[in-house]
């Protein structure tokens, strides 16, 4: 299949599956592994495109669903795609939309053909096939556009797992047929099949078999036992091409990033540093702040030392604290401060499979994050344990 990407690879762990490498874009280089903040309808929540950029964001995500409800794709045609539309001059990756068969799924009806949903602004139905889902996203004109899957939910069990995986790949292959712009955009195959080891085998085996740019591993992050979440992670991309981007879909808090990393994923996405910054919560490398606790309010420190965005360089956390309870100003500094510290750390990681020096990082970063060994939690012990890394040792 035409890619309009390049995959270098940097540098390897002698010890984890953790790889860096440079992807390539239509839109400029993305330094893998990397975390994408999500701009559903071309924006992060309380952030602006330039905030984003100034944090050297190299690709972000959009959501074809919302984006194809409002503006519309006659609105994305006439302005020339997403990229211009939001004034964000670098990478962008499109969900397909499948996602809101879980998320709307009361108001959603899956067939053969496609899914039908009922718009959540107005009731209106709209019928999103493999087709439409690819046009939409040339309409967005995004640098990564995703198959349109047929999405479960992680705790789905018997016959409905099999039958979902299997429609995902016929639908992969009319996205594949639909696809207008193969020269500027990349389209992605998910992996879907529950948490079933020989579904997911086989759907690797099939997608595979289709070479797309990139695949992405779907269908988790759904209130699965985090124990069955790594097992069915470290399986794909044990099976998955070396040479090609892959992406573990909704996955964002830290420990699950580096785990993730540690198992051989390239590439994350999740709503939770925006989301949970709007709770007044602020992530750092000795775990999460609840800004609202009254504790905060004569604290004149940064939200983390050594931070160097906009949120710790200007304001403290007593300022944060009173903003949080009262002014939406509060949940935009401590969004700016998330959605750089997901970035960071992502820098962290790099840097040292670069160094050869991951499983070191990993045992200070558990150290600092979780206080005690104890509070480890007892899936990410086993899943590093998996590949080489003791962090009870």
């Not at 040479?243 to 785990?259: R, S, T």
């Not at 970035?343 to 070191?360: C, H, T, V, W």
């Amino acid at each position: 299949m035409k890619s309009a990407l390049t995959f270098e690879a940097v540098a390897k762990c002698s010890t984890t599956k953790a790889r860096t490498a440079l992807l390539t874009l239509p839109h400029g280089p993305v330094n893998l592994p990397v975390f994408m903040p999500v701009g559903t309808q071309g924006t992060l929540k309380g952030m602006t495109p330039k905030q984003v950029e100034d944090q050297n964001c190299q690709i972000m995500l959009n959501n074809t669903y919302h984006l194809g409800l409002k503006p519309g794709q006659e609105l994305l045609d006439k302005v020339g795609g997403t990229h211009k539309f939001q004034n964000w001059n670098r990478n962008i990756l499109t969900d397909s939309g499948g996602f809101q068969m879980v998320s709307l799924l009361k108001l959603a009806e899956i067939t053969e053909q496609g899914v039908q949903f009922a718009s959540p602004h107005d009731g209106s139905l709209m019928m999103l096939t493999p087709e439409h889902s690819m046009s939409l996203q040339n309409s967005i004109g995004s640098d990564i556009m995703m198959q349109l899957d047929d999405v479960i939910s992680s705790l789905t069990t018997g016959p409905r797992v099999e039958e979902a995986m299997w429609r995902s790949i016929r639908w992969l292959d009319r996205c594949i047929e639909a696809h207008q712009r193969p020269h500027d955009q990349n389209l992605f195959a998910i992996i879907q099949g529950g948490l079933d080891p020989e579904l997911r085998r086989k759907c690797v085996d099939e997608m595979v078999k289709r070479d797309t740019p990139g695949y992405a591993i779907g269908g988790l992050s759904g209130g699965e036992e985090k124990d069955q979440f790594w097992r069915i992670v470290s399986l794909c991309t044990d099976l998955l091409p070396k040479n090609k981007p892959i992406y573990c879909m909704g996955v964002g808090y830290a420990e699950d990033l580096v785990v993730c990393v540690a198992l051989g994923v390239h590439m994350f996405d999740c709503v939770f540093p925006t989301r949970t910054a709007r709770f007044g919560n602020a992530l750092t490398m000795k775990g999460t702040l609840s800004l609202k606790s009254g504790r905060f309010a004569e604290d004149y420190q940064p939200i983390e030392e050594g931070c160097s965005c906009l949120a710790c360089t200007k304001y403290t956390r007593s300022y944060i604290h009173l903003l949080t309870t009262k002014d939406t100003v509060g949940c935009h500094l401590i969004s700016l401060h998330n959605v750089a510290f997901q970035l960071r750390l992502m820098g962290e990681i790099r840097a040292a499979i670069e160094k050869d020096e991951f499983p070191q990082w990993i045992q200070q970063f558990f150290a600092g994050y979780f206080k005690e060994k104890a509070k480890y939690p007892p899936w990410a012990v086993n899943a590093l344990r998996s590949v080489g890394v003791d962090l009870l040792a």
